[in-house]
């Protein structure tokens, strides 16, 4: 069972929950707070599939941020946590995250404790870097990475560093993890591969399918499939990967695949 919904609190952010074991999960550019059978934890930036299981559990809640938001509110650096999932004790002291981790389980559903932590510690630093919004929506767009460079005034390799900082890796990786999430919406929707491969921007249908192999383990057409075959008889849609930290088949952002 998986069911996600936008947060009321946090902007761009998603709260989500689930229930038994998922799958494997796939690159979306974004990180997650995790509550876990009473913990705290951070689902860093993936750059290629994370195996189930790396978090043991049964019951999921989580706070997914958007590309770029997170390193603000936990004051790391995103490359830090690239492709890795931490207790938040290991980056806050101890004793903070002991409370904040009391204060979460008093709430019916925890979703709403890691809003109002993500609310109160966003009021106490302040907003995330501006250019990270701004780097991604010209990712989305289609904007070359020395184009990006140019509009926002700053060299390729500065570009690069302070992509490094806000998303855990430079903005060529970025755009391929977008770009791969557009086409596993479009191929959850049914469309043709050689569709697929021309509407989310891949060179052909061989470019589209050598990068889901990279980035999300899987092909094209076995994703295809196991997002028909998670679909529930109620009509719901997805899992979440046992980790928690995206989910199966639900749009709009992340994904974890069945290969």
Known sequence: MYEETPSAVVPGAVVWRA????????????????????????????????PAGEVPGDAFAGLRLPPGTAPALLGVPAHELRDRRVELAGLWPG???????????????????????ARVRAAAVGPPDPLAAEVTARLRAGESVAGIA??????????????LDAFGYGP????????????????????????????????DQA???????????????????????????????????????????????GSSTTA
């Open 172 to 203: 060529r990786t970025l755009g391929r993890v977008l770009r791969l999430q557009r086409a596993l919406t479009l191929v959850r929707r049914g469309l043709p591969q050689a569709q697929v491969a021309h509407l989310a921007g891949y060179a």
């Open 95 to 117: 004793a903070q995250v002991r409370r904040l981790t009391e204060r979460i389980g008093a709430y019916e559903d925890p979703r709403t404790g890691l809003e109002e932590l």
């Open 207 to 253: 470019h589209l399918a050598r990068e889901v192999r990279a980035l999300a383990g899987t092909t094209p057409g076995a994703y295809a499939a196991g997002s028909e075959a998670s679909e529930g008889a109620d009509g719901s849609e997805g899992s979440a990967g046992a980790d928690g930290a995206n989910r199966e088949i639900p749009e709009p952002s």
């Open 19 to 50: 229930r038994g074991a998922g799958s494997v999960v796939v690159p979306d550019g974004c990180m997650d707070l995790l509550w876990v059978g009473g913990r705290l934890l951070v689902a860093g930036p993936d750059t290629g599939p994370h």
């Open 150 to 163: 140019g509009a926002v005034g700053l060299g390729e390799r500065q570009l690069r560093r302070r992509s």
